[in-house]
């Protein structure tokens, strides 16, 4: 209908669906009861873990029933408070000379991480760090990632903003360490993407090969779906270039104290760190959602 659009998600027997049109919503809600045994829950305020706050200004989503669950089973409840998930010294490495401690546990631990990171990307690079020891963990390993868990305690409402009136130019952010995994001195990549201001994905993968420089590890951290392999750099620069030439990128150098990718392969010192999630738009609910303003 025009410049009208609509979205719609399946997942398994949930289905998710929107448009800038109210007509099409009803239109398409009445085929579907007509053609499948199915009920409408209304607005979308919780969907696989994930809660949707709606409001005239923008919507908000967060995880804080999820982040108070994995609290109450790891028996986290009482602990104190880290005001960062992981030390700017944390001395997590792969030498297995400390004590050995429960594997279940342990992975159980990092699994639910892994599911919180859908809209927390402040606690990404913490948790796939400590998620590279879930072989042979020890003592220094468990500890770092309990501090994952008093940094949640203290945080349990962030989450991501998505403000209503905004540009939505595309833009994407990408990064790399040299050599900064310590068991195989592999770079890892981090990036994210936005539409104007609206965080909508992000990355933190360990490369699959071992970059020769701060180049390779540059050119595969910006295109690591086409050619991940170092072997192929040439193929790599040619590639960016000519997407470049063509106009169908913009490539810009961003200063280190701009790169929002960052978060996802670096630790900060607290200012730092809360820099870098105000322009990622992780807030916390309380900034920006009343009660009163939900949207039923």
């Known amino acids: 209908m025009g410049d009208d659009i609509m979205l719609v998600q399946v997942y398994l027997d949930d289905i998710i669906f929107e448009s800038t049109d109210q007509k099409m919503v009803d239109e398409f809600q009445d085929v579907?009861?007509?053609?499948?045994?199915?009920?409408?829950?209304?607005?979308?305020?919780?969907?696989?873990?994930?809660?949707?706050?709606?409001?005239?200004?923008?919507?908000?989503?967060?995880?804080?029933?999820y982040v108070a669950d994995i609290l109450s089973r790891f028996k986290?409840?009482?602990?104190?408070i880290a005001k960062n998930p992981l030390s700017v010294n944390h001395g997590?490495?792969?030498?297995?000379?400390?004590?050995?401690?429960?594997?279940?546990?342990?992975?159980?631990?990092?699994?639910?991480?892994?599911?919180?990171?859908?809209?927390?990307?402040?606690?990404?690079?913490?948790t796939c760090l400590c998620a590279r020891y879930q072989a042979q963990p020890n003592v220094n390993h468990m500890l770092a990632v309990k501090k994952i868990m008093r940094y949640l305690k203290g945080t349990p409402s962030l989450g991501l903003w998505y403000p209503r009136k905004d540009e939505f130019?595309?833009?994407?952010?990408?990064?790399?360490?040299?050599?900064?995994?310590?068991?195989?001195?592999?770079?890892?990549?981090?990036g994210c993407q936005f539409l104007g201001s609206r965080l909508i994905s992000w990355q933190?993968?360990?490369?699959?090969?071992?970059?020769?420089?701060?180049?390779?590890?540059?050119y595969i951290a910006a295109n690591p779906v086409n050619h991940s392999n170092t072997k192929h750099i040439g193929i790599k620069y040619h590639f960016i270039r000519d997407c470049y030439e063509k106009k169908l990128i913009d490539v810009q150098q961003i200063g280190t104290t701009t790169q929002r990718?960052?978060?996802?392969?670096?630790?900060?010192?607290?200012?730092?760190?809360?820099?870098?999630?105000?322009?990622?738009?992780?807030?916390?609910?309380?900034?920006?959602?009343?009660?009163?303003?939900?949207l039923k």
Not at 33 to 54: E, H, P, T, W
Not at 268 to 281: E, I, K, Q, S, T
């Open 76 to 80: 986290m409840e009482d602990e104190l």
């Open 32 to 65: 579907m009861q007509k053609r499948f045994k199915m009920s409408s829950l209304g607005a979308i305020n919780f969907f696989l873990g994930l809660q949707v706050d709606q409001t005239e200004k923008g919507i908000f989503l967060h995880q804080s029933k």
């Open 169 to 190: 130019d595309l833009m994407a952010f990408s990064d790399s360490d040299y050599g900064g995994c310590k068991r195989d001195f592999k770079s890892t990549s981090e």
């Open 261 to 294: 990718a960052d978060l996802f392969t670096k630790v900060f010192d607290r200012p730092r760190f809360l820099f870098l999630l105000n322009v990622l738009g992780v807030k916390d609910r309380a900034e920006v959602v009343s009660n009163k303003e939900l």
């Open 92 to 126: 997590i490495t792969p030498e297995n000379t400390g004590p050995k401690v429960n594997l279940t546990l342990y992975n159980a631990i990092i699994g639910s991480l892994m599911y919180l990171t859908a809209s927390r990307p402040d606690i990404i690079f913490a």
């Open 204 to 218: 933190c993968k360990k490369q699959t090969a071992v970059a020769q420089s701060m180049c390779e590890a540059e």
